[in-house]
């Protein structure tokens, strides 16, 4: 017999190794087994997101349903980035504004905040949503990061297209 809080840390070993099938398999173990408790919030949204690596066509529904059930959790926050890059990934950019536009980046890494960002102004750049996409990409440029080039150049396209040839520079 294994305790259900040892079923809930191995399915989380899983799931930083990206065994996402196996962790999958075991958090649901771990809700069958365990009494209510701040794990089994947990456990419901590592489902949902492993259902989303491996695109199980229930990942939306199961997100949906873990954000309904448990609104006040951070864990919902990272539910709508996870969604907003689920949808960026497969390029369906308005699905990823509408998510990325429902998380909260105060419940988001330094990392993911600037990913959040970047691949938002992306969305509505592709979107021909300018107004939108121009203030995102001006933000990710102040710093140094994986994506302050390429916001540089969004961001001067932006600005030499609306005839703001000082800034576009």
Do not use: M, W
Not at 112 to 130: A, C, M, P, V
């Amino acid at each position: 017999f294994i305790e259900p809080s040892e079923t809930y840390y191995r399915a989380k070993e899983l799931y930083s190794h990206d065994k996402y099938a196996a962790a999958q398999k075991g958090f649901q173990d771990f809700l069958e087994k365990s009494t209510y408790s701040q794990k089994q919030v947990q456990a419901e949204y590592y489902i949902a997101s492993c259902a989303l690596h491996l695109q199980q066509t229930q990942a939306d529904y199961l997100f949906s349903e873990f954000v309904k059930n448990n609104p006040t959790s951070a864990k919902a926050q990272h539910a709508y980035y996870e969604l907003g890059n689920h949808y960026f990934n497969k390029k369906d950019y308005l699905k990823a504004i509408e998510y990325y536009s429902k998380s909260n980046p105060s419940h988001l890494n330094d990392d993911e905040k600037l990913s959040r960002q970047f691949n938002l102004g992306y969305s509505h750049f592709t979107q021909k949503q300018i107004g939108e996409a121009e203030p995102l990409f001006d933000r990710v440029k102040r710093t140094e990061n994986k994506y302050q080039y390429a916001a540089y150049y969004y961001s001067g396209y932006i600005k030499f297209k609306s005839e703001n040839y000082p800034e576009a520079l």
